[in-house]
């Protein structure tokens, strides 16, 4: 896999920089320190091909390095500069530095450019190995044509006979993985190969459903039996996957009390599937997952080589389309929710929250609505849950996506409907999820991937931009001069009026 762009790239710099290293690109591909050599026959019906031949080759071994010396690097999908500078242990300034062609308000890098990170040695770097590409990670254009509840039917397994009532209504395994895959944006394939992994549940046609508690290993009362242990996983791997796309993850913990810090040129999927590996296997345990002959052969036997046909999901200099406020011109909200998770808890702080001041602090029956916040299509509708998809193909795992949580069910708008941007999508309820008062929660998704709401790409709705608090939901929405904080009373100074047209 090359990290090279996968739209056209317009930006001038970005074109001199991709013409003038196109070579190096490819020479130093986003993986070359990493998966071992493998070549999986094509599978025809997607159910088992024979396991690939694995060829391990050395890995490198990080030197001590100069402080500040220059090391290269080709920049992969999604890559910002704080994410790097965390990551290299070095700051913006010393980067734009070295890299004198990036502008100042670059938001992301493109795929493929070739730059020079001064790095600062830090002791305890983990593997270089990577097991599963960004694009692999998230539900995005990588899964198109992948229908998990039919995979899972077509199994010897006895994840097929599996059920549990989730979400209103009763679901087998495939549903239950479909369930979670659309929730968190996260590929239905991870989800699986971390089931046969961890059970083999896919394979093994013996073992009961129901016989343990704990299947996956985290022994948390709150979380038993396969459903409930399959969202806190998915959960807490999307934790390490966003903050090591952010910065925020440096180090974690293994379970004999070692620190591990990820390899500076670690991706987003792998340091991920770290972060969850650590948290539940000893460590013995966890050394073999991370590597070649672990979960990394799992995924191959079920789906292939998950680097070939590899693609970037996040071009370079990605920008939000613009964006009104989620309900009708003229009228005032409150802000009361700042970024937090979009679904389940910590990372990603993707979302943020409104309510009608007349309602805020209780579920009460609200006459007010929500609206659409740009042209779009409904690519996914049920019971409190709208997506609204911008570039108007009916696919939520494509182009940019906004997530609609809490809306009353009994008159929410359907999904295939074409919308203009203000037009109805339905009510603002406690409906989905928890809610202690009714409002609206939005969030922001780019090909699956959810976009953090104080970022490179700070959400902007109106020219209101939302700030990160000191904890989930304390944030801010800051235009001109006027700062609003987020909170759950009804005072004037939390609420904010849309100035789009009605």
Known sequence: ????????????????????????????????????????????????????????????????????????????????????????????????????????????????????????????????????????????????????VSYVRAQPGWLKNYSVY?????RDGGQMVELLANNYSVSPRLILAIIEYQTGALTDPLKKPDSDDYPLGYKDTGHKGLYLQLSWAV???????????????????????????????????????????????RSDEYQKAINSDGFYATYVKLF??????????????????????????????????????????????????????????GCSISNEIVVAMADGVIARAEPAIAVLDLDGDGDERTGWNIFYLHLASADMIKAGTIV???????????????????????????????????????FDVEGWVAKDGPQAYKGTLTKYSRTVEASESSDIATQIQSEAPR
């Open 1 to 148: 896999m090359i990290c090279l762009p996968s739209i056209p790239i317009k930006r001038t710099w970005l074109i001199k920089v991709v013409a003038a290293f196109l070579i190096l690109a490819q020479l130093t591909a986003c993986h070359s320190s990493g998966g071992p050599i493998s070549t999986p026959e094509p599978s025809e019906n997607n159910n088992y091909p024979e396991s690939p031949v694995v060829i391990n080759t050395p890995l490198p071994v990080r030197e001590a390095y100069s402080p500040g010396q220059l090391v290269d690097y080709i920049a992969c999908s999604g890559d910002t500069l704080p994410g790097l500078a965390s990551r290299f242990n070095t700051t913006i300034k010393e980067i734009q530095q070295a890299n004198p062609i990036i502008p100042n308000d670059a938001s992301t890098m493109p795929p493929g450019f070739p730059m020079k990170i001064p790095i600062y040695y830090q002791s305890l770097w983990g593997t270089p190995f990577k097991i599963l590409p960004d694009s692999r990670f998230v539900f995005g254009p990588a899964d198109k044509g992948f229908d998990p």
């Open 166 to 170: 989730a979400s209103g209504s009763t």
């Open 235 to 281: 959960n807490y791997m999307s934790n390490g996957y966003y903050d090591w796309r952010s910065g925020n993850l440096k180090t974690f913990d293994l379970q004999d009390g070692r620190l591990e810090r990820p390899d500076p040129w670690q991706n987003a999927g792998t340091v991920g599937l770290q972060y969850y590996f650590a948290k539940i296997l």
């Open 304 to 361: 292939g080589n998950p680097w070939e046909g590899d693609i970037n999901t996040i071009p370079g200099s990605l920008k939000q389309p613009y964006l009104r406020l989620p309900f009708l011109g003229g009228k005032s909200w409150s802000f009361t929710g700042g970024p937090h998770s979009p679904w389940g808890d910590g990372a990603p702080f993707a979302a943020i929250d409104f309510a009608p001041p007349a309602v805020v602090g």
């Open 420 to 458: 203009k941007s203000g037009d109805r999508l339905g009510r603002p309820s406690c409906e989905g999820g928890h809610a202690t008062g009714t409002h609206i929660h939005i969030a922001r998704k780019y090909n699956g991937e959810w976009i953090l709401a104080d970022g490179p790409i700070p």
